[in-house]
């Protein structure tokens, strides 16, 4: 690598410092987001897609929706 390691080394650090940054930020956003629901169903708001009493069946191969 010669007189460039320091910089390709400096390079992949700072990547996997971000990467890192960006992953650590989706897991705690995900687990307030979790809390956030939870919170709410506590308080009895519930969710549009439970209301659905039975999942929709796909129509059968070549039959367009009416």
Do not use: C, K
């Not at 709410?40 to 070549?62: D, H, I, K, N, Q």
């Amino acid at each position: 690598m010669g007189d460039y390691t320091f910089f390709i080394a400096g390079s992949y650090a700072i990547t996997a410092l971000v990467i890192g940054g960006l992953i650590l930020r989706a897991v705690l956003d995900h687990r307030a987001q979790v809390r956030a629901l939870a919170e709410l169903e506590a308080r009895g708001m519930r969710r549009r897609s439970s209301a659905r009493t039975a999942p929709v069946e796909p129509l059968p191969a070549g039959q367009a929706a009416r």
